[in-house]
């Protein structure tokens, strides 16, 4: 599928996944798209889309590779992934430097909260902590807490005040 602006500078091409025995649901799925400069002519940026499943069964894009210039002198190539949970939530997502699709910049993990009380009604987005790896170490980007459960979900203790009864 290509859209070509009117005035004829500029033209945005889509394609799509067949159908297939072996992964049936993939049919139709967005494979790629491509930005250049006319239809058929010179082409500025590619991606490409990787379609996976999560426990659920529900299908994702699970990768993205993208390539400015691909055609050029110099092609440039940057990829991102992501791991999603049974209910749709980003578990985990990577990012990789440009040219290097092996050695991840940024690796950024979410934990999230799996109390049968909050799944049992259908509140299943609950970030407990977001980390970021990166080739200097770990560090913690974010830290919940829910419902003053302190103990169970690794909150610190309350101050003294906060759990006085009076």
Same mark, same amino acid.
């Given at each position: 599928?290509?859209?070509?602006?009117?005035?004829?500078?500029?033209?945005?091409?889509?394609?799509?996944?067949?159908?297939?025995?072996?992964?049936?649901?993939?049919?139709?799925?967005?494979?790629?798209?491509?930005?250049? +400069?006319?239809?058929?002519?010179?082409?500025?940026?590619?991606? +490409?889309?990787?379609?996976?499943?999560?426990?659920?069964?529900?299908?994702?894009?699970?990768?993205?590779?993208?390539?400015?210039?691909?055609?050029?002198?110099?092609?440039?190539?940057?990829?991102?992934?992501?791991?999603?949970?049974?209910?749709?939530?980003?578990?985990?997502?990577?990012?990789?430097?440009?040219?290097?699709?092996?050695?991840?910049?940024?690796?950024?993990?979410?934990?999230?909260?799996?109390?049968?009380?909050?799944?049992?009604?259908?509140?299943?987005?609950?970030?407990?902590?977001?980390?970021?790896?990166?080739?200097?170490?770990?560090?913690?980007?974010?830290?919940?807490?829910?419902?003053?459960?302190?103990?169970?979900?690794?909150?610190?203790?309350?101050?003294?005040?906060?759990?006085?009864?009076?």
């Amino acid at each position: 599928m290509t859209l070509t602006d009117a005035s004829g500078v500029g033209a945005k091409t889509w394609s799509f996944l067949p159908p297939s025995n072996t992964y049936p649901w993939q049919a139709g799925l967005v494979a790629g798209f491509v930005q250049s +400069a006319s239809a058929g002519g010179y082409v500025y940026t590619s991606d +490409a889309y990787t379609w996976t499943t999560n426990a659920a069964g529900n299908p994702y894009i699970s990768a993205k590779t993208s390539v400015t210039d691909p055609n050029g002198s110099n092609p440039q190539s940057a990829k991102t992934t992501q791991t999603l949970d049974q209910y749709g939530n980003v578990t985990q997502s990577v990012v990789y430097p440009y040219n290097n699709t092996s050695t991840p910049l940024n690796t950024y993990n979410n934990t999230l909260l799996t109390d049968s009380g909050y799944l049992g009604n259908y509140i299943r987005n609950r970030a407990l902590s977001t980390t970021l790896t990166t080739s200097a170490g770990t560090q913690t980007l974010a830290q919940n807490y829910y419902d003053g459960k302190y103990s169970s979900f690794g909150e610190p203790s309350p101050p003294s005040w906060a759990t006085s009864s009076t």
